[in-house]
């Protein structure tokens, strides 16, 4: 019963939770950039972006576990698999803005791909968090509230039902003269 409260209490509110996310998220995905930069320089862009990606949506998710949402502890694979969902389709966005940043400047320097990509990635990062907090983490909160105790129903207070009195049974006359009495 401690337990649930405790964890009910421990949930986050959306600005607060949003914060969170904005310091987890943002922290990893600011690592995340300087990784695809460096890796890319040894692998394609697009499979450099695949990896970190794969990796900083492990690491985020589960930071958002145990932190973010306040779930309480360590991300289920459901939650996993759910929130990379969520991250493929921000990869994707993330490769359409830096292809399109290739097809519209022949050779744009570090900073300028850094531009897009962290720009990419906040605008997706808002969407994620939409979804994480409303269907990934979402059970997690109503898993604690389900799991608080629920005050128990006043009962009605109802008159006790009436006893039958026990019927009264005549004696039938033994003669017929005490049936007509004599006049």
Do not use: D, K
């Amino acid at each position: 019963m401690e337990t649930a409260q405790r964890q009910q209490q421990a949930t986050p509110g959306a600005f607060t939770a949003f914060a969170r996310f904005v310091l987890c998220g943002g922290g990893v995905g600011l690592a995340s950039s300087f990784a695809v930069a460096a890796l890319a320089s040894w692998i394609p862009w697009a499979l450099a972006n695949a990896v970190i990606t794969v990796a900083s949506t492990l690491l985020a998710t589960e930071l958002h576990a145990r932190f973010t949402f306040g779930a309480g502890g360590r991300a289920t694979w459901r939650q996993h698999a759910q929130s990379a969902g969520s991250a493929a389709i921000a990869y994707a966005v993330t490769c359409m803005a830096m292809f399109v940043l290739q097809q519209l400047v022949a050779a744009p320097g570090a900073v300028l791909e850094q531009v897009v990509y962290l720009s990419a990635s906040a605008l997706t990062g808002v969407a994620r968090f939409a979804v994480l907090r409303l269907v990934v983490f979402a059970r997690t909160r109503s898993q604690a509230t389900a799991h608080a105790p629920r005050p128990v129903p006043a009962t009605v207070a109802r008159a006790p039902r009436p006893v039958p009195a026990p019927v009264a049974r005549a004696t039938a006359p033994a003669t017929p003269a005490a049936l007509c009495p004599a006049a």
